[in-house]
């Protein structure tokens, strides 16, 4: 077998054979066939696409390039949750635990932040002391002892996506959807889990900007899924407007923190909540009520969502956080110390620009807000930068909302004055006002699952 010859066959729209992509992957992962070659593979790919036999024999090959977690003796079930990554998105904080306190186990690895979203990784290692590379014997006894457990992907997990990832992100060819979801499905099929809930975000502030393009990346994902055993479900989620009101890394744990103590739960009679970020909790319910569904816990979504609110308000899912912050080496006391006090020195007020009476906010832009976000020094644009963990912004009023000159609007926190300097500009610019209230949001437009396309608000 040639290099030239796999690149040609894709080239001209073949469908590659199982043993052809062995081939390119090992011998890119052996250090025989260069990067140039890969490279062209990869635009081949994305021009030409990939049939679903194709896409899954990708995922197996490279799921295959390094170790896979062995949780053989944790007992089950085990159900996991995974982003496509969004500004503000802390649901991973909030769903753990809760699952954890449904009965089921979820062993969650995940990256950093990197661009314009925000990574897990970099909001726990937030709090003090909490250490986010646990070794395999570590990771599988924290997970048995308190229903899960959070850390880093090692090196030695598909090192063929490490390779292909940093390569694609310099050769323009990371949106492609077979090649995001071979590199997001061999990852998480390398973690153990045996069912899975995606969220796939569509909008500004996610990968996918159009609804069509997240909806088609959800298909390939649950179909390859499928195709690898794994029970899928994914939904179809807004990333327009950041989630929550909260962006960085300490003051995501806080506000995790606040939904795990009831924020943004609907009230007791089922009318929308009172207090707190309301997007973020719909958005976690309903990925709960998955996670539930696929965990055996829950016959439907609706009963997995009644579940998952039960269980919030009976203040398990909160304490199973705190015990995991001492399993992994942070102090939860000093936690609950800090929060609400740990801010960066440097700070600035956004508030209403004068002549806007009897406005609205009829957006909060995700990708300028995750953008500035970066300035701030809560994310990075290149791998192994250091990040804050004081800075970021802290909305006080987001799309809908009613306002006048000289309401507070955001409270930014930076790293350095330079950065609070230039983030000022782009976050004003990235809230836009109107006469006219916006439309009420659609935060599931969809779920997507191996028999059904059918979801909430279709
Ligand atoms: N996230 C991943 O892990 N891989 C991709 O290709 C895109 C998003």
């Known amino acids: 077998m040639r290099a030239v010859d796999i690149i040609a066959h894709k080239r001209d729209g073949k469908e590659l054979s199982r043993e052809e992509l062995e ?28 049939s679903p036999r194709e896409t899954a024999a990708l995922t197996d090959v490279m799921l295959k390039s390094g170790a896979v977690m062995d949780l053989s003796g944790v007992p089950g079930p085990l159900v996991d949750k995974h982003s496509t990554g969004g500004v503000g998105d802390k649901t991973s904080l909030i769903l753990a635990p809760l699952a954890a306190a449904l009965g089921i186990r979820d062993p969650m690895m995940f990256g950093r932040a990197l661009g314009h979203t925000g990574g897990t990784l970099d909001k726990l290692e937030s709090i003090p002391g909490y250490r986010t590379s646990l070794g395999a014997a570590e990771f599988k006894a924290i997970l048995a002892r308190d229903g899960f457990a959070m850390t ?6 598909v090192p063929a996506d490490r390779l292909l990832y940093a390569l694609r992100d310099v050769t323009s060819t990371v949106e492609s959807i077979p090649l995001i979801t071979a590199s997001i499905l061999s990852k998480k099929a390398a973690e153990g889990a045996s069912a899975l809930v995606f969220d796939v ?67 007791k009679d089922g009318s929308p909540p009172s207090t707190g ?3 973020l909790m719909e958005v976690t319910l309903e990925l709960g009520a998955r996670m539930a569904v696929l965990g055996g816990k829950a016959a439907s979504p609706e009963e997995g969502r009644k579940l998952c609110e039960e269980c919030i308000a009976g203040g398990k899912p909160r304490e199973l956080f705190l015990r995991n912050v ?19 020195p440097v700070s600035a007020e956004i508030r209403v620009p004068p002549g806007a009476e009897g406005a609205f906010i009829r957006r909060v832009d995700a990708w300028k807000t995750g953008r500035a976000a970066v300035v701030l020094g809560v994310g990075r644009d290149r791998a192994g930068d250091p990040v804050s963990p004081t800075a970021g912004i802290q909305f006080h009023r987001k ?32 809230v836009e006002y109107g006469r006219e209230p916006p439309p009420a949001r659609r935060l599931i437009l969809k779920e997507i699952s191996g028999t059904t396309m059918e979801g909430p608000g279709q």
């Open 23 to 50: 081939f390119l992957i090992t011998g890119y992962v052996a250090g025989t066939i260069p990067d140039y070659q890969v490279s062209a593979w990869a635009m081949a790919v994305f021009f030409r696409g990939m």
């Open 152 to 157: 880093g992907q090692t090196k030695e997990v």
């Open 201 to 267: 975000k569509y909008g500004s502030g996610a990968f996918m900007k159009e609804a069509a393009e997240g909806e088609k990346l959800a298909r390939s994902l649950v179909h390859t899924g499928a195709a690898m055993g794994k029970t899928i479900i994914a939904l179809l989620t807004d990333m327009d407007e950041p989630l929550g009101n909260m962006v960085g890394n300490f003051l995501e744990v806080e506000e995790s923190l606040d939904c795990l103590e009831g924020a943004g739960l609907p009230d």
């Open 277 to 279: 970020p309301a997007d």
């Open 326 to 344: 001492e399993s992994q080496g942070g102090d939860p006391r000093k936690l609950l110390e800090l929060r609400g006090k740990w801010r960066s």
């Open 399 to 430: 799309s809908g909302a009613a306002v006048k000159a000289g309401d507070r609007i955001m409270t930014v926190w930076a790293a350095g004055e330079e950065g609070l300097a230039a983030a000022l500009p782009q976050l004003e610019d990235a």
